[in-house]
């Protein structure tokens, strides 16, 4: 258990404690008999049973740690290969790169070092840190001892303007858009957008605005109770017709269908009238740090430091959005457990915005995750193609999405099976399968090209 303490130790943050394979370069492993999996290229997962827990020694408890580390590690590994995220799309940063940068930010003296070290990994930052990024090296042009601290904090009153008018700009919309509802669902609409104004706009900071908790209030508030007893009705009815009381298990099946068609058409927004998705998609350009840069500057030009060099902390918040985390595809707290199929990577923002929530929640809350999870898995499927990880890894968690997203994620994996096609020997140039005797001349054009060589040594 000592080397979880140094590990904490090490680094005690909450998204370095996501990323265990900090540890491994941490010299005190090396009596772990880790070597062999480092030295392979190869990510593999076979033959690494975790031991059961259920009258533990200390012993079953460091071997059962070995292991799941193993495991986060080698998947972790795979960032290493520039994995593109697939919640967000983005590509993501790994250990190894993120050691590297803490290392040289270390090092730099004045903002213009710190800004070079971001500008290395720049292809990794998110679309909003890229905007700070460049607007940072602007303004190090004309002025060079001024920090990134003071750079975030003369934008401050300015930002905090626009955040205010974009806010309330969203609210008129909502409430423009609402006139076209019921009554009853008008008025609750326009309850909730009359306290948001008035949180937006009271200085004190003890009645803030939240963007999640109104989100969750105007879904709530468009799908009340009444309606989602409606669509039960309709699955009930849907499920009666292709089955009858007599079978095994019926009551529980009949729930389970219910509530997942619910859940799927509440994730792909089928219960919505046009008006509510009008007013949804508006609800969801409210800002956030992770998607606007005013919300951006405004977080961090408040933040108290506490003593801590502020621009060391900007920098390395720039890039922790993006480093790669183990993600359990069915959380752990919902019993996933660690093994191959349900361990997948996600960059650190997505991680930490999913919380808990089921995929279909995910999928709800980033529209595009569908696309970019295709890009995440055809990514995955090059670098199988580059005997980088194993094949049955990519199927398995493939599998476990679609199950848990309700086959929404699907990917096409039909890429690893094309393996070497490229390579084959092509005598036909119009791209019919050769004859026998372009394939006997074929033969006959290659053993001379053979002897000629063997001449000329
Ligand atoms: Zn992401």
Redesign the pocket.
């Known amino acids: 258990m000592k080397i979880f303490s140094d590990f904490l130790n090490f680094n005690n943050t909450r998204i370095r404690q996501n990323v265990v394979g900090v540890q491994f370069c941490n010299p005190k492993m090396s009596n772990l008999k880790l070597a062999s999996h480092l030295d392979k290229d190869t990510v593999t997962f076979t033959g690494k049973k975790i031991p059961s827990i259920v009258t533990p020694t200390m012993e079953d408890l460091i071997k059962r740690t070995k292991a799941i580390d193993v495991l986060r590690y080698n998947v972790l590994r795979l960032a290493k290969h520039d994995v593109p995220?697939p919640?967000?799309g983005?590509l993501m940063f790994d250990t190894e790169k993120s050691l590297a940068f803490d290392q040289k930010l270390l090092q730099s003296k004045n903002p213009s070092d710190i800004l070079k070290c971001i500008e290395e990994y720049s292809k990794y930052l998110h679309p909003v840190e890229r905007e700070i990024f460049k607007m940072m090296k602007q303004d190090n042009v004309y002025h060079e001892n001024r920090t990134l601290f003071d750079m975030l904090k003369r934008r401050l009153p300015r930002a905090e303007k626009r955040i205010v008018q974009q806010q309330s700009k969203t609210f008129s919309n909502i409430g423009l858009l609402s006139r076209n509802l019921p009554k009853e669902m008008r008025l609750n609409v326009q309850d909730l957008l009359n306290d948001s104004f008035d949180r937006i706009l009271d200085p004190r900071e003890t009645s803030r605005f939240s963007r999640q908790i109104f989100i969750y209030k105007l879904k709530n508030t468009l799908i009340p109770e009444s309606e989602k007893n409606r669509l039960r009705e309709k699955f009930e009815k849907e499920f009666l017709s292709k089955h009858s009381r007599i079978e095994e298990n019926f009551e529980k099946n009949l729930i389970d269908f219910i509530e997942t068609k619910l859940k799927v058409a509440i994730s792909l927004w089928k219960v919505y009238t046009p008006t509510q998705m009008a007013i949804l998609k508006e609800a969801y350009k409210l800002s956030k740090a992770d998607n606007n840069v005013d919300a951006f500057i405004v977080k961090y030009a408040k933040r108290d430091y506490k003593g801590a060099n502020p621009d060391y902390k900007i920098a390395t918040r720039m890039l922790n959005n993006s480093l790669a985390t183990v993600e359990h595809v069915v959380a752990q707290s919902k019993r996933g457990a660690t093994e191959p199929k349900n361990l997948s990577l996600?960059?650190a923002?997505?991680n930490n915005g999913r919380g808990n929530n089921p995929i279909l929640k995910q999928i709800e809350d980033n529209p595009n995750m569908p696309f970019n999870y295709r890009r995440f898995m055809k990514r995955l499927c090059e670098l199988h193609l580059q005997n980088i990880v194993e094949k049955s890894y990519i199927t398995q968690l493939n599998k476990t999405y679609n199950k848990q997203s309700c086959g929404i994620l699907d990917a096409d994996l039909s890429v690893m099976n094309k393996r070497g096609k490229k390579n084959k020997p092509q005598y036909s140039q119009t791209g019919i399968t050769p004859t026998k005797a372009e394939r006997r001349q074929a033969r006959k054009l290659k053993l001379k090209q053979k002897s000629n060589k063997n001449k000329k040594l």
């Open positions: 995220c919640v967000c983005g996600e960059c923002a997505c």
